[in-house]
């Protein structure tokens, strides 16, 4: 496609990357308060759409710490056997669980999600052994949008871990609306300042400097110590996570190809990527009709291959788990079915990774709702 096609599609306007953040208060704990959730929490069924690979899928949450700081990490792969499926919500205990919801789900403004995502499984077991017989598995580095937690890309990380992938998912510790550490302490974050220059170039510094901290101690982390392969390591974000994304690649020669869903190249008071481009594939999803204008500049620039598509229909949070659990909130979710908008954005991403990384591309037919800005 021509960059005249590109600059059409991309209005000068662009769309304000939303993160969601709520201004009030976040809740105290609601066991106390909502009487039965507690014991029921983690034992009901997941409405997120099954993974779509031929693997069972397992997750295992494990600390990763450098100095003071601290992050968690879920990391998914395929498993063998079976035994009862891990919490959505990574948390020791139901009270835990439901003050971790409480906290993200008021920090996406869908504050009545809060207890079906602290008493639903996910889609995989816990602590499950890796399935026998694998060679080295590829690595996908996950990184969540601003102010949301790592487990509302447990769709994606599962349906990647169900396809012959180890995929790891970050917790930003701080920016994360709350997240239980490995002693079970929770941790509740404060509000991001999206209007404040400084402020997201520090986020977006810290979340690079995770990302990268994953990749240092990757051969240290459960499961990935034996079965990763550290020459096939790409990575995929949401929203500021997209950026985290690009922003991670053009720092660490590493991570071998990107995903951006619904992110930019460049946010106020950052030094954009878009500057510089980039000599490694990247490919951008965007939910709806536009796409973030920095994109365009980032055309020009980059020297790898780029794609670049947007969705019909879908919203900001649609390649996240959040319509699954707030279908009605079509403002973030978009009017595109959950299932739907899941089978195309884990589609995509599967077809792009396995391209970049020389493993065997299994294309699907061409899906009505997904314009090609750039291909």
């Known amino acids: 496609m021509s960059r005249a096609r590109l600059i059409w599609a991309t209005p000068a306007a662009a769309i304000l990357i939303s993160i969601g953040p709520a201004l009030a208060d976040v809740p105290e704990p609601l066991c106390p308060n909502v009487a039965g959730i507690c014991q029921l929490a983690g034992r009901a069924g997941t409405p997120i759409a099954a ?5 069972t899928v397992g997750r295992t949450d494990t600390a990763i710490s450098a100095g003071a700081r601290t992050i968690m990490t879920s990391i998914w792969y395929p498993a063998a056997g079976s035994a009862p499926p891990a919490r959505y919500v990574p948390a020791s205990s139901s009270p835990n669980a439901l003050r971790v919801s409480a906290d993200a789900a008021r920090w996406m403004h869908t504050p009545a999600a809060a207890v079906p995502m602290a008493t639903s499984a996910a889609p995989a077991v816990q602590n499950a052994t890796v399935a026998p017989g694998l060679d080295r598995l590829p690595v996908a580095i996950l990184s969540p949008g601003l102010g949301t937690p790592r487990w509302i890309l447990s769709g994606a990380a599962a349906d990647l871990a169900s396809r012959g992938y180890l995929a790891i ?12 550490l490995a002693d079970r302490a929770i941790v509740t974050g404060t509000v991001p300042r999206s209007d404040d220059p400084d402020y997201m170039r520090s986020a977006l510094e810290l979340r690079v400097a995770d990302a990268r901290l994953v990749l240092d101690h990757l051969l240290d982390l459960p499961v990935a110590a034996d079965h990763a392969d550290p020459s096939r390591i790409v990575a995929m974000g949401h929203s500021y996570g997209g950026y985290t994304t690009v922003a991670a690649m053009q720092a660490d020669p590493r991570i071998r190809a990107g995903v951006v869903l619904d992110g930019s190249a460049s946010w106020p008071g950052t030094t954009g990527v878009e500057h510089r481009g980039l000599d490694r594939p990247v490919l951008v999803l965007a939910y709806g009709d536009m796409v973030h ?3 365009i500049q980032f055309g020009h620039n980059r020297t790898g291959i780029f794609r670049l598509a947007t969705i019909r229909g879908g919203g900001h949070y649609s390649p996240t788990d959040l319509p699954a ?3 009605d909130a079509t403002e973030l979710c978009g009017t595109l079915p959950a299932d739907r908008a899941a089978t195309i954005s884990r589609q995509l991403v599967a077809e792009f990774l396995d391209e970049q990384l020389d493993r065997p591309v299994t294309a ?3 899906w009505p709702e997904v314009d090609w800005r750039l291909r």
């Open 51 to 55: 993974p779509t690979g031929s693997h």
């Open 169 to 180: 998912v970050i917790d930003h510790t701080g920016e994360s609306p709350a997240v239980e």
């Open 293 to 295: 204008a920095s994109w």
């Open 325 to 327: 659990f707030a279908a």
């Open 364 to 366: 699907a037919a061409e």
